[in-house]
């Protein structure tokens, strides 16, 4: 079994900042690509940024310049440092990663989502 277990999420003021972390547990050969997308009301979920093993980042235009996504590859975990935030980045955040538990197959597990919320 895998786990994403997301951390971080709150209430902030707009202008602010927060940082996520997403943690992989359990049976883990290697992890390909992880990410985070989100989630506001009534809106299908979104890319907001990802990663690859070997670091090559992707962002959505949104958040180009304010978001920075980062990994650490011996603690499976993966972060997201979130600046200059606005109301309109309010949703919920999940982490998603390809996770291989074996080495001859992969799937792509989720967190449970946290909660961020910007006040204006």
């Known amino acids: 079994q895998v786990q994403l ?10 202008g ?5 972390s997403c943690a992989a547990s359990g049976t883990i ?7 985070w997308y989100r989630q506001a009301p009534g809106n299908q ?10 670091g090559t980042t992707n962002y ?7 978001f920075t996504i980062s990994r ?6 993966v972060y997201l440092q979130m600046n200059s935030l ?8 999940y982490c998603t990663g390809n996770i291989k538990p074996t080495w001859y197959e992969h799937y792509d597990y989720w ?6 919320t910007v006040a204006s």
Do not use: H
Not at 46 to 54: C, N, Q
């Open 5 to 14: 277990v997301e951390s971080g999420g709150g209430l902030v003021q707009a």
């Open 16 to 20: 602010g900042s927060l940082r996520l």
């Open 29 to 35: 050969y290697s992890i390909n690509a992880m990410g």
């Open 45 to 54: 979920r979104e890319l907001v940024a990802d990663i690859t093993s070997g």
């Open 60 to 66: 959505a235009d949104s958040v180009k310049g304010r």
């Open 72 to 77: 650490d590859n011996a603690k499976n975990t």
């Open 86 to 93: 606005k109301p309109e980045d309010t949703a919920v955040y």
């Open 111 to 116: 967190g449970q989502g946290t909660q961020v």
